[in-house]
Each structure stands twice: as C-alpha cells, then as structure tokens.
C-alpha cells in the first residue's frame, strides 16, 4: 500500500439518514493520500429501494478517488454492504493494526436494533455450528460466522427523516421505538471501549491497534497498551473522524462537514505503533 494510508468507515451513502450531499463533497478527505481504506458501510446494499442508488453512488465514489490521484482503493465489508468486496478485515504495520468494520465484535450483529432481535435465534442456530472456542478466539472463524449472519432477511426500516419540518425530531422519535432501544444504544456506547479492547486481546493479541466504526460513536479508547479507535460515521447524530496511517505513527483527525464540502479538521489524537516485540501479550 502507498502511504499515507487514510481510513474512512460508516458514509452510508444513499441511506436517507446520510449527511453526505454529494460525493463530490468528499474531495478534500482524498487529497494527497496515496491508499484510502473504507472500513465498512459505505453504502447501503441492502434494502432493494435503495441499491441503486447506492450502486451509482459508489461508482461516483470510485471515479472521484481517480481523480484525486488516490493509488489505491480498498473497500471493507460491512453489515449494510455485505456484497461490497470478499474482504472482511486488514493487518497493516506488519499486524499491529487492525482494521475491521466492528460489527463482529457483537456476536448479534447489532445489539441495539429492533430488526436484529426477532433474528436472535436464526443467529444463534448459525453460531451453534461453529466450536466455541474457535469462535471466541479465532478472527477468520468469527468474520465468517459474522457475514453468515449479515445475510439474513433485514429490513434497514425507515427511521431517518430529512425532508420538511421538524425531520430530525421525527427521526429521533423513530429510532427511540421501542421504549427499550434507546437504553441499548446507550449501554453499547458505555461498553465499547471495554468490549472493542476484548475483542483485539481475543482475536489478535499481537496487535497493538484496533481501528473500527459500525457503532457510529467514534472515540479513541488506550488500555493495557492497546488502542482501540472508532471513527463514526455519516449517519447519526455523532460525528464522522478520520484516521491517517504514516511513518509508523496513527493521526485521529475531527472531519468537518459543511453544506459543500467535508474536509479534515484538527488532530484529534497521535498514536505511536512500536515494534511488534514490544507490544504486551
């Protein structure tokens, strides 16, 4: 890969909920980079009212990344675009990072979607045929149950509002259905930090760095001299970060949005990767 390598997850482009006007938008990201990761729901495949356009949003994605003299493209799958690529993760720094969606670290997917939970048993009759430990500890066996279980029947439902008067309250209030919802969404934001940082020691303890999104809370959390990195996304009510990847160091950077253009804000955070023998197993 070309350095700098820059990481993007979560545009969600043609969700209705997406905050990206146009792609073309996306410019100032892709300036001077030389590989750009995206890690996972890029755009929205799933649901048939919306896949083609996701389909040409992402071929305007691709051509842009041309003409920014972006090297080389790299698209992860996630749990919205499950048919985007074969690839589910990438080990950068030789396997000190890893870079992955995140969904994989929930064994239902989405923990905190009213879609997910009438699948709970569907989802569980997939891992039952899996051995547990594999499953716990072996990062090719959970990425493959996890896409087993992105493909069954989901409706992405429609709880984002853009159009009119009060859309953002109204969207609230769609994502606040059921009463129980709003309580998941806040018990994954508190835990993500402890359960992301498990996952990496689980899966790959030889990895200094984690970077991920699906939960669209984006943080930089460190712990037992690992760190784990959430970059948002497009979506929610949550801001969307970057990260560049150059010289053995990780910038965390803020992404500024405005109505014509979306471009990098100030360092967030600067995380070192050591070499792979100093790196507490």
Known sequence: MKSPIRVFSDLHLAHPGCRIESVE???PLFEGAGTVIFNGDTCE???EDWADEGK????ALRELLERCGVEESI???GNHDPFISDTDHLELAEGRVLVTHGDA???HISPWSAKIWPLIPEIESIRAEYD???LATDLETVLECTHRCRNLNQDS???FDTTGPLAKLRSLLRIAWPPRRPFKILHTWA???RDAHDFLARVRPSAQVMLFGHTHFPGTWKRDDRTAVNTGGFMSLMPARGVEISGGEIEVFAIEESDRSVHRGKILNRIEIPPSEAIAR
Request: net charge positive; proline share 8%; aromatic share 8%.
């Open 56 to 59: 040409a949003k992402l071929e």
């Open 45 to 47: 495949q799933r649901r």
């Open 191 to 193: 835990t993500i930090p």
């Open 105 to 107: 670290i929930f064994p």
């Open 132 to 134: 547990s430990e594999k």
């Open 157 to 159: 439902g429609d709880e």
């Open 75 to 77: 698209f992860l799958r």
């Open 25 to 27: 938008h996306l410019a």
